[in-house]
């Protein structure tokens, strides 16, 4: 499980630069956090090193703040772009 966060969390993060592909990401990002978190609790059940489950779960972190941070951009240059649509058409 740990091996399988890590992956997932960097293509979350690959994915998570392309543009449209921010679902993709997300899903992946969600998915390796889950993983992640099942595994290092697995790891340290069994007293092995936890750094594969951990690094995942730290870049499953990142991909989602990432796509949050995006939306909110996303969501500001929408709003300005037609708060200044507005005014020109009262012109």
Known sequence: MAIASLILGIL?????????MGFIALAMAVVGLILGIMGKKELEKEGQATTPA????????????????????WISILSSTSSALINLQQL
């Open 12 to 20: 979350s993060l690959v994915f998570s630069f392309i543009p449209f």
């Open 54 to 73: 951990t690094a995942g779960i730290v870049m499953s972190t990142i991909s989602i703040v990432w796509y949050i941070i995006s939306w909110i951009i």
